[in-house]
Nanobody
Framework: QVRLVESGGGLVQAGGSLRLSCAAS????????MGWYRQAPGKEHELVAA???????YYADSVKGRFTISRDNAKETVYLQMNSLKPEDTAVYYC???????????????WGQGTQVTVSS
């Protein structure tokens, strides 16, 4: 069974930075696109960023220029570097494996358990 484990969440002041990590096990990361979703209280899941096998990245408009997604297939790990954080970035962040190697039409094959990110004003 595929396992995705997120880490790196926490409490940070507005303007600060966090780096989330997603470690995969029982999965060959190099076969799939990977993504980060978030869910704020009372809101639906939002795809924040995704990265294809070729390293092509997608970002939601709300995080462009502030967040960077990257992957290290050798370490079976995906990262989300979050800079210039805002209170509206507060959410549970979930790592997700795509069903293909592409970010276009990204659909989730597996979810992580989530990590809380709280940005104080």
């Amino acid at each position: 069974q595929v396992r995705l484990v997120e880490s790196g969440g926490g409490l940070v002041q507005a303007g600060g930075s966090l780096r989330l990590s997603c470690a995969a096990s029982r999965l060959t990361l190099g076969f799939y696109a990977m993504g980060w979703y978030r869910q704020a209280p009372g809101k639906e899941h939002e795809l924040v960023a995704a990265i294809s096998l070729a390293g092509i990245a997608y970002y939601a408009d709300s995080v462009k220029g502030r967040f960077t997604i990257s992957r290290d297939n050798a370490k079976e790990t995906v990262y989300l570097q979050m800079n210039s954080l805002k209170p509206e970035d507060t959410a549970v962040y979930y790592c997700a494996r795509g069903q293909t190697g592409l970010v276009s039409g990204f659909q989730v094959g597996s979810w992580g358990q989530g990590t809380q990110v709280t940005v104080s004003s």
